[in-house]
């Protein structure tokens, strides 16, 4: 789901890396005492927030071990960056980039991949949304929400509009890199903490939740196979090719579409991902990014706070080509000892820091935990 409407939706209070070089972190030993970590803080845009408000937060997260910045630039409907691609809400672009030039953080542009909520797409090209599997296109009636309408990643006009928006944020000559979001379809099956915020009870795949079989998909599977998932299986979610056919269109966008684009203008390319990534159609450890912050909201999960070592443990073991393992963190749901916990246990883990969700939600005790943890001094 919406990272904000889950908060929302939980109660709660109020996106990466892109090391030109792939420097980050030297490890050095076993313990978290000896190692360097490189931290990251995903931003959402705060709208109307002043150049003095904004450079506030920034020094108090490059003094308590933040090294990068993640602000989220484009959110599927409008844009917080100087484009003609879509409305532009606010150019908060334009306030961080001298901002963190100035204080020391690295700058990584977050943007929403797959879900598209513009007008204008809508109306000029229904065809390229993703369909589930009672026949409803995403534009029309999205599962869950009303901002869940997914495009469909194996259509080839889609695959080349999410790449220009990806271009047009890499060719920005004073940003780090572009961090993707959302690059995969809808839940399939939520995560059981959030099912009952939607009185939803999904104990296995069903058909209004599962994605995509638009007619190109099914299409391209039956001619691969000689099986029309619709026509021809009587329980196409049992079915493990059709299954792979789903991961394999998001992996073919990363590694041939979206990274390649970043690449171009030596950008770095990173994605926030899910821990289960089966249940949304994302095979990322397969893709060739140069990172990964997996999302491990515990919480979301009925886990306690050890667990999300226990995830980065597994996750770094699966990686097909061994790349940086950042943990995405939960701040609202966390406590200042259990940001300590989770930023020593994921270093013991084998990941090389962590990404705080989001920027606004940290406190000055967070704040002071996470210091002490990754530089050693309190303030």
Known sequence: MKRREVIRNLGLGTAFIGLNQMVGCRLVGTSTEHRKSKNWA???????????????????????????????????KSAFYDTDR??????????????????????????????????????????????????????????????????????EEVQEFIRENV???????????????????PDVILAPGIQPKYNIVQDKEYP??????????????KAATGIDPLKDLADPSANDKWRQFRYDIVTNLVNNKLIPSAKKYRKTISAAVFPNWQHVRQEWTKWNLDCYMPMLYNSFYGKDVHWIADS?????????????????????????????????ESLQAGAEGISLFELGSMDKEKWSALCAASTGSRF
């Not at 949304?129 to 901002?147: F, I, L, Q, S, T």
């Not at 994605?211 to 599977?221: G, L, M, P």
């Not at 097909?320 to 989770?342: D, H, M, N, W």
Request: proline fraction near 8%; charge should be negative.
């Open 86 to 155: 879509f409305p532009v809400e606010e150019d908060i672009l334009s306030i961080l980039i001298p901002l963190c030039k100035s204080i020391g953080l690295e700058l990584h542009t977050w943007l929403w991949t797959m879900p598209c909520n513009a007008e204008k797409i809508i109306k000029e090209h229904p065809d390229w949304y993703a369909v589930n599997g009672k026949g409803d296109p995403a534009w029309e009636k999205p599962a869950y929400v009303d901002y869940y309408r997914f495009l469909c990643p194996s259509n």
């Open 312 to 344: 980065v443990r597994q996750e770094v073991q699966d990686l097909r080509i061994p790349k940086p393992v950042y943990s995405g963190i939960f701040v609202p749901q966390l406590t200042a000892p259990e940001i300590t916990i989770a930023f020593q």
């Open 167 to 185: 271009e047009s944020l890499a060719r920005i000559v004073e940003i780090d890199g572009v961090h993707l979001d959302y690059v995969r379809l």
């Open 208 to 221: 209004e939740y599962d994605y995509c079989y638009c007619k190109n998909c099914r299409e391209r599977f």
């Open 42 to 76: 995903w931003a959402t845009p705060g709208k109307g927030r002043s150049r003095d408000e904004w450079k506030e937060k920034l020094e108090m997260a490059k003094k308590c071990g933040v090294d990068a910045i993640i602000p989220e630039v484009y959110n599927g």
